[in-house]
């Protein structure tokens, strides 16, 4: 059966052009030819045509494919193990660039600008969810705040993340603490103290931090899980950890007084371990309805 130009473009998924491009490099003439002059393609010029699409599919050029379809037996094996090794090559590089846009989205959208190896060793078991950065971006992105925090998270040196985890894990422990032993979330109480503590750790690293927005992330807290593993990681988190954090950072919102509304952001971050008492919770706050 024969087949005109136009035919076996169409059913090929090739253009006229490519056939006739084919025709004139001598890789597909067909030896038929209608009354008025017209190519005809038989069923083995469309077998041809198919080794020859398959071979361009893997990259080889026009000159490689004639010479494989020259000797097929001789040729076609050794180029294809030479093909083979290129595109494993290709691939290795395009994973590698994979890997690099994938760290700069991850960069942009956390703003932690550390290596994975320096990540692991400054945050363990903290992860950050690409998936939920996005969706705070989205979320976040017109507030000055967030473009704040954003902006300090990236400038954090490998030494300032070290001594910023270093406090969220001795805060980490104390919530911890105050949640097994039933301390109430409400009142002048431990969860209440710890709540201010937390939304002054935010305001020191990141951005300031007013009651209303440290109610904010709290609400993220308790509603999603992803934000709340920023915090507490899943091996550590108990049933309800989440809503008794939002319950105390109520409590201590509804106890903020004007002057904590306007606290200042400090001007440079406390020293290195050992000069500040990290996330304790501030003195003043301690003895707030103590009697």
Not at 25 to 47: K, N, V
Not at 89 to 94: A, F, H, S
Not at 179 to 184: I, L, R
Request: charged letters at 30%; aromatic letters at 8%.
């Amino acid at each position: 059966m024969s087949y005109t130009v136009g035919q076996v473009s169409g059913f090929a998924g090739v253009t006229v052009r490519t056939l006739h491009h084919y025709d004139r490099a001598g890789l597909l003439s067909p030896g038929g030819r209608s009354p008025g002059g017209y190519r005809l393609y038989d069923d083995a010029d469309l077998a041809r045509l198919q080794q020859i699409l398959f071979y361009r599919e893997l990259g080889f050029t026009l000159d490689e494919i004639a010479e494989i379809l020259a000797d097929p037996r001789t040729n076609a094996l050794d180029q294809l193990k030479g093909r083979r090794r290129a595109l494993r090559e290709q691939i290795g590089k395009l994973e590698r660039l994979v890997e690099v846009a994938e760290r700069a989205m991850e960069v942009q959208r956390t703003g932690v600008a550390l290596s994975p190896q320096e990540r692991f060793e400054v945050f363990g078991e903290i992860t950050f969810d690409l998936s939920y950065a996005t969706e705070a971006e989205l979320k976040w992105q017109g507030s000055p705040g967030y473009r704040e925090a954003m902006e300090s998270a990236a400038a954090h040196s490998k030494e300032d993340w070290a001594r910023l985890m270093g406090e969220a894990a001795r805060w980490r422990e104390e919530l911890l603490a105050a949640f097994d032993a039933g301390e109430p979330p409400g009142g002048g109480g431990w969860a209440r103290e710890l709540a201010e503590a937390h939304r002054r750790h935010i305001s020191r690293w990141f951005t300031p931090c007013p009651p209303e927005m440290h109610l904010r992330i709290a609400d993220d807290f308790a509603e999603d899980p992803r934000a709340f593993a920023l915090v507490v990681p899943p091996s550590q988190q108990r049933p309800g950890l989440a809503a008794y954090l939002r319950a105390a950072v109520r409590a201590n919102a509804a106890s903020a007084d004007p002057q904590r509304r306007r606290e200042p952001r400090p001007e440079s971050h406390p020293g290195p371990e050992g000069e500040t008492n990290a996330l304790a919770v501030p003195e003043d706050v301690r003895t707030e309805g103590t009697g």
